[in-house]
């Protein structure tokens, strides 16, 4: 029998959109070969039977309920508050987004079996092994570039190197759920505040899926490791974009299915089309 591995590769799955999401980056990362454990945090919201794929993949179910935030917070940072406040005029969040579940990620830093874990949107795929970022400090994530460099500033949470601790996750509660606390981008803004000296990553550990159309120049498929499917997922079929993001579209289908998954090294780049 294996020992069980001191490293993880964490998701988050809140419903059945994204456990289609999670089986996806699951597959892909086996693919690459990671000894490290598959782990899906799950919320009250999954249907069992939508998990059943991720276990049939080897992935370990773990059961990761909504923090325990007042009615204050809970208010503050509803679907309805949040948009209204923040509106997204750069792409369109899906109906089934609910920016309460995006701090449930928090809860990893309970999974004291683990000396790190690397955090993974649901809504990603991995295309080579990224195990060496099990040797990044806590707490490292990549710039959020899909447009312009505007916003290198600001990390993107779809991918991070965490230490798990039941003493972090305890300073995180407290310090979450302050008198009037708002976190206008959940927990995006709350990790770059609780670590404000946070690791840069490269953008190559998680790249945003416009950049394949508005910074063609930035895609090179020989040194993507993770694409992030931010705003419009690659199963809706009201895709808004799926026109001008098709090959990313088509690849994320294959590793949805098995079938047909290319050599990466092969594909064409944006910028030579």
């Given amino acids: 029998?294996?020992?069980?591995?001191?490293?993880?590769?964490?998701?988050?799955?809140?419903?059945r959109d994204y456990a289609m999401g999670a089986t996806a980056l699951v597959r892909s990362l086996k693919l690459t070969g990671t000894a490290a454990d598959l782990v899906v945090m799950h919320t009250g919201g999954v249907d069992p039977q939508a998990l059943e794929p991720l276990v049939e993949l080897g992935a370990k179910?773990?059961?990761?309920?909504?923090?325990?935030?007042?009615?204050?917070?809970?208010?503050?940072?509803?679907?309805?508050?949040?948009?209204?406040d923040a509106p997204f005029t750069k792409g369109r969040k899906p109906a089934f987004h609910s920016p309460l579940d995006n701090f449930c990620k928090l809860r990893?830093?309970?999974?004291?079996?683990?000396?790190?874990?690397?955090?993974?949107?649901?809504?990603?795929?991995?295309?080579r092994n990224i195990d060496k970022l099990f040797a990044y400090p806590e707490f490292s994530a990549a710039p959020n570039v899909y447009e312009s460099v505007a916003d290198f500033h600001r990390l993107n949470s779809g991918v991070f190197v965490a230490k798990p601790s039941e003493a972090t996750f305890d300073a995180m509660l407290a310090r979450l759920d302050e008198p009037d606390a708002h976190w206008p981008?959940?927990?995006?803004?709350?990790?770059?505040?609780?670590?404000?000296?946070?690791?840069?990553?490269?953008?190559?550990?998680?790249?945003?899926?416009?950049?394949?159309?508005?910074?063609?120049?930035?895609?090179?498929?020989?040194?993507?490791?993770?694409?992030?499917?931010?705003?419009?997922?690659?199963?809706?079929t009201d895709h808004p974009k799926a026109d001008r993001?098709?090959?990313?579209?088509?690849?994320?289908?294959?590793?949805?299915?098995?079938?047909?998954?290319?050599?990466?090294?092969?594909?064409?780049?944006?910028?030579?089309?």
């Fill in 185 to 236: 981008r959940t927990d995006q803004t709350f990790l770059q505040t609780f670590f404000p000296d946070w690791h840069g990553l490269p953008v190559t550990m998680n790249m945003l899926q416009y950049v394949w159309f508005s910074m063609p120049a930035l895609w090179h498929w020989g040194s993507v490791n993770v694409i992030h499917y931010q705003y419009e997922k690659p199963w809706e």
């Fill in 108 to 127: 990893l830093w309970q999974m004291t079996q683990y000396e790190r874990v690397v955090f993974i949107d649901a809504d990603a795929v991995v295309l």
């Fill in 1 to 15: 029998m294996p020992l069980p591995s001191p490293y993880a590769y964490v998701t988050l799955v809140t419903n």
């Fill in 245 to 273: 993001l098709r090959p990313l579209i088509d690849l994320w289908q294959a590793y949805y299915t098995g079938e047909k998954i290319p050599d990466i090294a092969s594909l064409p780049n944006p910028a030579d089309a």
């Fill in 61 to 84: 179910l773990y059961p990761a309920e909504l923090l325990d935030c007042s009615d204050a917070f809970n208010e503050r940072h509803s679907r309805a508050r949040i948009h209204a």
